[in-house]
């Protein structure tokens, strides 16, 4: 059983949060209408976070957060990358600097200043959830999870906050966190976060899936060298991905969509092949470290964003072409907020 480092486990404390949160229901969605065809399922919890015990599918652990079939096509054997050991993936949103609500099973005791309800939208392929801040009511966050219509191998999470204070916000942020445990070696995997040069409104990001959701605590990195820049296969170690970004003002009536991506394919040049066909902008691989050696299969799990103010990581153009890049994407950025009707 994986166990929270101690200075994590202290940090916890400190903020109060490690109480346990009460059970709520969750929902399964696979990447195919059919089940029993399925090769990548999704677990999400009525909260908006990853790893629901409730329709548990896998076989490495008691949730599902984002699962692989590894006995696919001919078999059903689902295993987990982001549950076994600890439930340490969530999302949470601050606004003004001193008001927070954030989802984490596990590093963060469930939901802390949110107000939520049951999903909707359930099929097989797609859950709805929405959730606002208890202590700020009109402060919105509607996660629309799917199968990408780009490549069945991600989900996408259509992520939209909207303020309707009464007030315009400043200082909109949005944190996603996983701690990686990649099958068939959970706990010690290689792990890889690419793009975070040319997404300009990433504000914070590193390798410790550890983290706090909460968008105003930031525990720091498991490893110094992985802070806000690119690298490749960073490991063996049992670590993740953090991922803060800052949207800055919402006005009164004013929404701001972008989209979070999870999948899995059975090596990396697949995997590299969704995240161009899915025009990802920032990722995250976890892959297994079996036999002491990267290999990408039998799975290299995927965890991505777009909206979030960078280009597809396929795409990223010569030195002399930035500040032409920059102008457009403070232009793409200005498009993506739309008044509420």
Request: net charge negative; aromatic share 10%.
């Amino acid at each position: 059983m994986k166990l929270i480092n101690s200075s994590v486990a202290a940090a916890i404390l400190a903020i109060g949060s490690i109480a346990a949160g009460a059970a709520h229901a969750g929902t399964v969605i696979y990447n195919n209408a059919v089940p029993a065809n399925a090769t990548v399922a999704l677990g999400v919890n009525d909260d908006g976070s990853l790893n629901t015990t409730t329709g548990n599918i896998v076989s490495n652990s008691s949730a599902t957060g984002l699962a692989y079939n590894f006995g696919s096509p001919t078999a059903s054997d689902w295993r987990d990358s982001t549950s076994p050991g600890c439930f340490c993936e969530g999302w949470g949103v601050s606004v003004n600097g001193t008001t927070s609500g954030y989802a984490n099973v596990s590093t963060d005791g469930g939901a802390t200043n949110l107000t939520f309800g049951a999903a909707t939208g359930v099929s097989t392929t797609t859950v709805t959830t929405m959730a606002s801040l208890t202590s700020l009511s009109g402060l919105t966050v509607t996660q629309a999870y799917a199968v990408s219509g780009a490549t069945s191998a991600l989900f996408q999470n259509t992520v939209t906050i909207t303020n309707n204070t009464g007030a315009a916000v400043n200082d909109v942020k949005y944190v996603r966190v996983m701690d990686w445990d990649i099958p068939p070696t959970e706990f010690d995997e290689y792990v890889t976060i690419k793009g975070t040069a040319t997404t300009t409104l990433l504000e914070k990001s590193h390798n410790n899936g550890f983290n706090t959701a909460n968008p105003l605590i930031d525990f720091g990195a498991r490893d110094p060298a992985t802070v806000d820049v690119d690298f490749t296969d960073n490991g063996i170690d049992d670590h993740g991905a953090y991922f803060r970004f800052n949207f800055g003002t919402l006005e009164d009536g004013e929404s701001y969509t972008f989209e979070v991506f999870y999948g899995a394919a059975g090596n990396e040049a697949d995997a590299l092949a969704a995240v161009a066909a899915a025009d990802i902008e920032l990722y995250s691989f976890g892959q297994s470290s079996r036999g002491g050696e990267i290999t990408g299969s039998p799975a290299t799990f995927i965890f991505g964003f777009s909206g979030v103010g960078g280009i597809p990581v396929g795409e990223v153009p010569e030195p002399g072409s930035l500040a032409l890049v920059g102008l457009a994407l403070a232009g793409l950025c200005y498009a993506r907020r739309r008044k509420q009707a």
